[in-house]
């Protein structure tokens, strides 16, 4: 796959490689790209996790408020509770990335 950027996918990228693989025109391709993205955002919005199988599950979490510390200054300061959003990748996806294939 095309990279645009060192070390970086973009959507550019998805929506190239969608055309080159399927045949989709360059908008038909980046409509899909979109589409996709669109989906896994608004079911994130909703407090749904988005697993894609063979690569990995995003997943929402709630943090409790908590005190943290100022590391330069030492002084405690609340950290508010907040939703943080996590990914796991696939063991299959682990596999690969280890062993580079």
């Given at each position: 796959?095309?990279?645009?950027?060192?070390?970086?996918l973009?959507?550019?990228?998805?929506?190239?490689?969608?055309?080159?693989?399927?045949?989709?025109?360059?908008?038909e391709?980046?409509?899909?790209?979109?589409?996709?993205?669109?989906?896994?955002?608004?079911?994130?919005?909703?407090?749904?996790?988005?697993?894609?199988?063979?690569?990995g599950?995003?997943?929402?979490?709630?943090?409790?408020?908590?005190?943290?510390?100022?590391?330069?200054?030492?002084?405690?300061?609340?950290?508010?509770?907040?939703?943080?959003?996590?990914?796991?990748?696939?063991?299959?996806?682990?596999?690969?990335?280890?062993?580079?294939?």
């Open positions: 796959m095309l990279m645009t950027s060192v070390g970086t973009t959507r550019a990228d998805l929506a190239e490689a969608l055309h080159r693989q399927i045949g989709l025109s360059r908008t391709s980046a409509k899909v790209v979109e589409q996709i993205l669109t989906e896994m955002c608004e079911a994130l919005a909703r407090g749904e996790n988005v697993k894609i199988s063979g690569f599950t995003f997943v929402l979490r709630d943090k409790g408020e908590r005190i943290g510390r100022n590391p330069k200054t030492g002084v405690e300061v609340p950290i508010a509770p907040r939703r943080v959003l996590t990914f796991r990748a696939s063991q299959m996806m682990r596999e690969r990335i280890v062993t580079g294939t």
